[in-house]
């Protein structure tokens, strides 16, 4: 899933230089024996955290919460409503929504919930994907209320004044001139334009000719029409379950279901385009992309099997990554220069890019290219060892199971799975699931990605860059 999130903030302890110096003269004990003065594990074992509890409201919101016993709440918002939804009338006002957020309130001003939530210690972000628009707070457990309510307040409430909305248009101009500095968000966006054209197709940013367009009358028509409380989920993390959905209750009491209901348009894919952007650059970044897989498919972990079987980018830095295939294998083409390759397997929710993304020198991209697709070729055709599907499934299990340690990413995957899925399914029946899968489901993947409808986009030196037909003829 494609996400603009904005840099978290870090503390971190260090031991001073006393420490470390005692530590090391006490390691007289020989290492396999139990040192002396750890305590047992059962003396100091923590609770563990209990299930995922999900809750439906009489209004339609859907809450879900874990206990985990930390002493810091994270909590959520995640809305159906992201670029996807937009039309040409407002192209880009997701973009101006995420700048606007946690400005003043019908109940708030911007100051105040600035002010409030530095004062307890919290801390507030706003993202969105082609999917979902999301609201993130981080407190500890006894402001859960105070900070619930700010979120509800800017959510259904945000008064968007129009010299506020205005003065976000500088904002939102630096963030395409930092997007336009990164090449393979210039291709992603391609990518996706030239696959889906519009709903997946609409960009995360917002066109440069709307730049200034973008209006307070916008915004409030956007929210009136896709905040609708049964496109809303509420998580929250580290919090006492039946006082969460009490508070929810109280704080989003104000959500109401509008007398217009506006449809999901479903994606469709239609493929074969080419976007090409000649540049100065020594470098190629190339993307070559077929249909994937949604969220709710049945072959969502399947393809997820499939990007580790052909590769992705090294586990360790600097690592020659020679566990993947197509990595490997451009390496190989072009004798050891410099190059990239890496599988990417983006899923929305009901549809999705899989593929190759190359960097690589202007002189070697074709030769990288030609020998990415026929190593994808090759697994198309069934040429996966068992080792290899062995490795690709502790990988893939490892990366649920990792990826589910950190708080943002599990609060964003419980809401998700709830608004695609109306369940949700935890890290650990997923990665049992991986088990259950054979080489062959991973050949018949294969086989329908490689011979999808191929989307294109290429940037930088192309001198040497093929053209889509070259690459599948």
């Known amino acids: ?112 919930i600035s002010r409030e939530t530095e004062q307890l210690g919290g801390h507030l972000s706003a993202t969105s994907t082609r999917d979902h628009f999301i609201y993130m707070g981080d407190c500890m457990r006894n402001d859960i209320g105070v900070m619930m309510e700010g979120i509800s307040s800017v959510a259904l409430n945000s008064s968007f004044f129009p010299w506020e909305v205005s003065n976000q248009t500088a904002r939102v101009e630096l963030d395409l001139k930092l997007a336009a500095e990164s090449p393979t968000i210039g291709i992603m966006e391609s990518v996706h334009k030239g696959a889906f054209r519009t709903t997946l197709g609409n960009s995360l ?54 007398e217009k209901v506006i449809d999901k348009l479903a994606s469709q894919y239609h493929g074969g385009s080419e976007h090409r952007v000649e540049t ?50 451009g390496s190989e083409a072009v004798g ?3 190059a990239m390759v890496t599988c990417f397997n983006t899923c929305h929710s009901d549809s999705g890019l899989f593929g190759l993304y190359v960097v690589s020198h202007a002189d070697d991209v074709r030769k990288v290219l030609s020998a990415a697709v026929n190593e994808f070729s090759a697994v198309a055709k069934g040429n996966i060892s068992d080792a290899e599907l062995t490795r690709a499934k502790n990988q893939l299990k ?43 489901d991973v050949v018949q993947v294969a086989k329908r990605f490689f011979g999808g409808k191929p989307t294109y986009a290429a940037q930088g030196n192309l001198c040497n860059t093929p053209y889509l037909d070259e690459l599948r003829s």
Not at 32 to 51: F, L, N, Q, T, Y
């Open 398 to 440: 490892a990366s649920i199971l990792m990826t589910h340690e950190s708080q943002v990413e599990l609060l964003e995957d419980i809401g998700t799975q709830i608004l695609v899925n109306g369940t949700y399914t935890d890290a650990h029946a997923a990665a049992d699931s991986v088990d259950k899968i054979s080489g062959d």
């Open 280 to 329: 100065g650059s020594e470098l190629v970044h190339a993307c070559l992309a077929t249909e994937g897989v949604g969220l709710s498919s049945k072959d969502f972990l399947t393809s997820g099997l499939l990007q580790r079987i052909l590769g992705v980018t090294p586990f360790i830095k600097w690592s020659p990554n020679t566990i993947s295939r197509v990595n490997k294998a």
């Open 1 to 112: 899933m494609s996400t603009l999130r904005p840099i978290g903030r870090c503390i971190r302890y260090f031991q001073g230089r006393r420490a470390v110096r005692r530590f090391a003269s006490a390691a007289t004990v020989p290492l396999s024996d139990p040192h002396p003065s750890i305590p047992d594990a059962g003396s100091h074992s923590r609770i563990p955290p209990e299930p995922t509890k999900v809750t439906h409201l009489a209004s339609g919101i859907t809450v879900a919460s874990i206990e985990t016993y930390s002493p810091v709440s994270r909590l959520g918002l995640i809305v159906e409503a992201g670029s996807r939804f937009e039309t040409e009338k407002n192209r880009g006002v997701t973009h101006f929504l995420r700048n606007s957020a946690f400005l003043s309130t019908s109940d708030y001003t911007a100051f105040r």
């Open 205 to 258: 940013y917002c066109p440069t000719y709307n730049l200034g367009k973008i209006t307070s009358d916008h915004l409030h028509q956007f929210v009136s029409d896709h905040y609708q409380p049964k496109r809303m989920v509420v998580i929250g993390i580290g919090v006492n379950s039946d006082e969460f959905v009490k508070t929810v209750q109280d704080t989003f009491s104000s959500a109401k279901s509008p």
């Open 336 to 338: 050891g220069n410099p």
